[in-house]
């Protein structure tokens, strides 16, 4: 009889050491992120006419939604800022990454509200993605200033910040003599492109 309990004892003792060894194992590997999004509203876009007087005032600066982004996204780098006019008020959306995902956030500039937000695996090296040096580029206000100087008169609907060639580029959209227009200003040496 002891023959047979040793043996059946030690089958025991090592299918338990077994499943507890997968146990451990399987807690300690890291977890890989899954895809997830998030939206707060959804905004349908319609077209809205504006007079350059009556357009929605922006109450927000591009400061204060980059700390939102961060707020959200706190070790995620920006690689895009966007001011536009959609529907009736400005959004801006702005798009950074990390190390696994890419992040979207989307704010009320009238308001200052998250109107949504999403994130999503990368499916490339982020390492080859450039990032925003917001040190060092000007601010939105200031191109919107160099861009009015040259098109006096003109009224502003989008700006957009990001980085082309490997050059931070404001884009600006601007409406002048009834006509939709778009500058470029280097956003590090303040030249028009």
């Known amino acids: 009889m002891k023959k047979i309990i040793k043996p059946f004892l030690i089958g025991v003792i090592s299918i338990l050491i077994g499943i507890f060894s997968t146990i451990f194992w399987t807690k300690h590997q890291p977890q890989k992120p899954i895809n997830f999004s998030i939206t707060n509203k959804n905004v349908v876009p319609k077209n809205v006419s504006y007079s350059s007087n009556k357009l929605p005032q ?29 529907n009736d008020i400005y959004v801006y959306t702005i798009v950074g990454f990390d190390s696994v995902k890419d992040c979207t956030i989307q704010i009320d ?16 090296d982020y390492v080859k993605e450039e990032a925003l040096n917001l040190k060092k580029t000007i601010s939105r206000q200031e191109a919107n200033e160099i861009a009015l100087r040259d098109l006096r008169g003109a009224t502003t609907i989008l700006w957009e910040l990001t980085d082309e060639n490997g050059k931070a580029i404001w884009k600006i959209n601007l409406i002048y003599q009834n006509q939709k227009r778009e500058l470029k200003i280097d956003a590090l040496n303040k030249n028009i492109i």
């Open 58 to 86: 922006i109450r927000m600066n591009q400061a204060s939604a980059i700390q939102r982004f961060k707020s959200l996204y706190s070790n995620a780098a920006i690689k895009s800022i966007t001011l536009t006019l959609r």
């Open 109 to 124: 500039a009238t308001n200052n509200k998250i109107i949504g937000q999403s994130t999503q695996i990368l499916d490339y």
